[in-house]
């Protein structure tokens, strides 16, 4: 199932350090009928590698889409999102939190910091593979999204 307004496959860069939620997501976005590449990395810092296309990232694809974890080593993802809505050349990227922390404090801390969703992490395959299939056809075939050039220079 392709969408007319996104003929094209999404980049989605998942940031996620749990093995068993990139499992998960990737098996969920095998079943959801969207074309979609699914970049992995597993903390902020190289989260923003990839995205500036720093080493080892230098012919990363620009995401369409980052799919944030919130809490992993060395930078997490409130780092990220401060680093990412301070970059002109970053900004523009859609980042929707995928976390299971349910928090409102920190829902309303990730707003602020201008996430574009917030999304917890639903228990068990079957409620995580209907989570992604909403958010594709959400973020895939809904949204209308910056081009791929967007924000670069």
Known sequence: MTSLSHPRTAEILLVEDNEDYLYLTQR?????GYPANLHHVDNGERCLRFLRRQAPYGDAPVPDIVLLDLDMPVMDGR???AEIIADEALKHI???VLTSRDEQAE???MYQLRCSSYICKPAGFDSYVDMIQKFADYWLSVVMLPGRGAGRG
């Not at 969920?28 to 959801?32: P, Q, S, V």
């Open 28 to 32: 969920a976005f095998g079943e959801t």
């Open 94 to 96: 859609a980042v929707v």
């Open 107 to 109: 829902v309303l801390r």
């Open 79 to 81: 780092q990220v999102m």
